[in-house]
């Protein structure tokens, strides 16, 4: 799920990224007339080509194999180790929205001012219109920091705890229309999210990501 800042799918503070991945998946030949001509379901890549005119998701890879991650008892705390607890999650809702195309989870816990978060939730969407995508990862390897940040009087409120973690990303199989791409390659990158107390429950109001490539 993690495409890169080189692919432009990442936003930086307040920034707003490119909407789609700007490398193109190859095209998979169309489906030869001896398959259409039997009867028999086209196919493109190996994978069968649905009514729609998009691939079929394999039912070993579907939507319904994968659980909504549960808030854990420790994300419920208006405490620094409650911010992290409830920043993992956060990531991990982003994950889960990759792999089933339910993006409501992700934008419930996300202030509607988060650029960040109406990003993925719009590239999410666009990318299940017309297709799907499954074996998106993402492991937190380690707890950078967890830090109070002042409030800025916009888009910082009060209460606010900056969450900054190593994570590392495979992107798995993403269907568009009549193509694929995967990715399996793991890679690294730091991941900080700005987690706010507020309702009774902590919030994302900011996010960014860096891979470590770029920070060299």
């Given at each position: ?128 219109t017309n297709g799907w ?84």
């Open positions: 799920y993690v495409n890169g800042v080189a692919e432009g799918w990442w936003p930086a503070w307040g920034e707003r990224p490119t909407v789609a991945a700007t490398t193109t998946p190859p095209i998979y030949p169309a489906p030869t007339a001896s398959a259409t001509a039997s009867g028999e379901a086209s196919m493109s890549g190996g994978y069968q080509i649905g009514p729609d005119g998009v691939l079929v998701r394999p039912a070993e890879h579907a939507a319904s194999t994968y659980t909504k991650p549960e808030l854990p008892e420790e994300a419920k705390e208006n405490t620094e180790r409650g911010a992290e607890a409830a920043a993992k999650h956060y990531l991990a809702l982003i994950v889960y929205a990759w792999n089933t195309g339910d993006t409501q989870p992700l934008a419930d816990m996300s202030a509607p001012t988060s650029k960040f978060a109406s990003t993925y939730v719009r590239n999410i969407d666009d990318l299940y995508a499954y074996e998106t990862s993402s492991v937190v390897d380690q707890v950078i920091s967890v830090e109070p940040i002042n409030p800025n009087g916009t888009d910082v409120p009060e209460g606010s705890i900056l969450v900054t973690l190593h994570i590392s990303s495979r992107d798995g199989v993403k269907c568009y229309g009549l193509r694929t791409k995967d990715n399996t390659e793991e890679y690294g990158s730091t991941m900080s999210f700005i987690m706010s107390w507020n309702n009774g429950k902590w919030m994302e109001v900011q996010g960014k990501v860096e891979a470590d490539h770029a920070q060299s």
